[in-house]
């Protein structure tokens, strides 16, 4: 979800990505998946009403990035251009997140180990934990990050000891990028085959129907499969910390920060909407905890996903050039979330993607609307409800911004959605003339939000007015050409 935000809300806030912290800490799947429901928000991609803030930053990259202490080793933060201003991880709109995975192939076991990020020059308010790392296990990392453009820097060779992967020929995704995921997957799908890891099933949901993976049309948007599920807590000084037991208890007064992504809206926000739950594996930072995760999301996905299946398009905004369709950016990107590269940008078609988006996400939005208008919006900025979030994301989508799925389909957008005086969804009418208005999520969290920022919405009032779609990202519509 180019949340972070390059991209994509209806709201010109562009795209705060989506949820809460993962407080994982000290407690049962079926609570931790309660309260990170509870505690679910998007971050906004820096865009038109965004406040002026530099929206490029950099990451340095730890010298030996797959040892153990290469992972406790925190990743700094730093401006790409210092014309533009700071970066700091404490700013919402500015943090940068990595997640890292492990697989024994020996015995299959996945486990998740999500590195700290920190400011340049500054120390972390806590010491990373050190994990315990299998015997010849595969580490792969996957990085999200709430402003536009996040370029990746080496230490002492680590982008290439790492075979990290930004963009292609100097053109970056934005706010995605990996290091060795297809080693990763690789490992993964071979123990797949040999029976030592099965992803479980993807369960019913509520709604009668399959709980969705993060391929399904029903949940994509225009940039799937992007950004990860990593959170930080920020203390009140700007430092930041791993999401520990350890740490919820010495540091106080602390905040979490959340990336925004697909991944997360799907784990967090959809799952507990709809009684489903997330594929996770045991927290090597954190002993005794699980933690859903970006690669987790797409092994399930690859794996039980049933057809059609939507896949990174010719035109998703991260994989385009100069506006124009890229087969090499496009490939470098799917092999970074265990999707198959393509021969021909025909085989990538956003034409068909849009058709299937059409045919399908307008109507499981509509179908679990009774489930989703009391959820919490993941962007209060947004849209005052989950079911107003989604509707206003679809229409961000398919526009002339997003895909252009208005002009490749030659089809009007189905869901019309509505405004108040300030911007944020709260009402939204979808192709059958049924109007939905909730203004706030009518029923409260089971559990308590902890403090995680931006999380309670603020109520507003207004004339309500009929949604525009503004940019969702600075990057200008894509010329036709053979991804269309």
């Known amino acids: 979800m180019q949340q972070r935000y390059r991209r994509k809300a209806v709201s010109s806030i562009v795209r705060r990505k989506r949820f809460s912290p993962f407080m994982l800490i000290g407690l049962s799947v079926p609570v931790v998946l309660t309260l990170i429901v509870s505690t679910v928000f998007i971050l906004p991609r820096l865009g038109s009403r965004a406040a002026a803030v530099n929206g490029d930053c950099t990451l340095i990259v730890p010298s030996n990035p797959f040892s153990a202490q290469g992972l406790a080793t925190p990743y700094q933060l730093v401006t790409t251009d210092p014309a533009n201003g700071a970066c700091n991880e404490s700013n919402k709109v500015q943090a940068a997140f990595v997640q890292g995975a492990v697989i024994d192939p020996a015995t299959g076991q996945i486990s998740i180990y999500n590195p700290l990020v920190i400011d340049q020059g500054t120390q972390p308010a806590a010491t990373p934990v050190v994990a315990q790392l299998p015997a010849n296990g595969v580490v792969a990392l996957w990085f999200g990050f709430n402003g536009n453009n996040l370029t990746l820097q080496g230490t002492n060779g680590s982008l290439e000891q790492g075979r990290c992967v930004n963009g292609v020929n100097g053109s970056i995704f934005g706010q995605f990028a990996y290091c060795n995921a297809p080693a990763f997957f690789r490992a993964a799908n071979n123990a797949m085959r040999a029976g030592l890891l099965n992803a479980p099933p993807l369960g019913m949901a509520n709604d009668g129907k399959v709980c969705p993976s993060v391929r399904d049309f029903g949940v994509v948007d225009m940039d799937q499969s992007d950004n990860v599920v990593t959170s930080y807590l920020v203390t009140a000084n700007g430092q930041t910390a791993q999401v520990t037991t350890a740490n919820m208890t010495a540091l106080q007064k602390t905040q979490t920060q959340v990336n925004g992504s697909d991944n997360r809206l799907l784990a967090v926000a959809m799952d507990g909407a709809l009684g489903c739950t997330p594929w996770m594996a045991p927290d090597l930072a ?199």
């Open 286 to 484: 954190n002993p005794g905890h699980m933690l859903p995760a970006l690669p987790l999301n797409e092994l399930q996905a690859a794996r039980l996903q049933a057809p059609p299946v939507a896949r990174v398009p010719a035109n998703d905004p991260m994989v385009i050039t100069n506006n124009q369709p890229d087969i090499n950016k496009l490939n470098a990107y799917r092999r970074g979330v265990d999707q198959s590269p393509v021969s021909t940008l025909v085989a990538a078609s956003t034409t068909t993607y849009c058709r299937r988006l059409l045919a399908i996400g307008p109507a499981r939005i509509q179908l679990d609307m009774q489930l989703t208008q009391g959820r919490p919006s993941p962007d209060p900025a947004v849209a005052n409800s989950l079911f107003t979030f989604l509707a206003q994301r679809f229409v961000a989508s398919y526009g002339a911004n997003g895909l252009n799925c208005v002009g490749l389909l030659n089809k009007p957008d189905p869901i019309t959605v509505t405004t108040d005086a300030n911007g944020v969804a709260n009402s939204a009418i979808i192709n059958t003339g049924t109007a939905a208005r909730p203004t706030a999520p009518t029923t409260s969290p089971t559990v308590a939000p902890t403090t995680a920022i931006g999380v309670t919405p603020t109520p507003t009032t207004g004339a309500t007015t009929t949604q525009t779609v503004p940019p969702t990202s600075p990057t200008a519509t894509p010329t036709m050409g053979p991804g269309n």
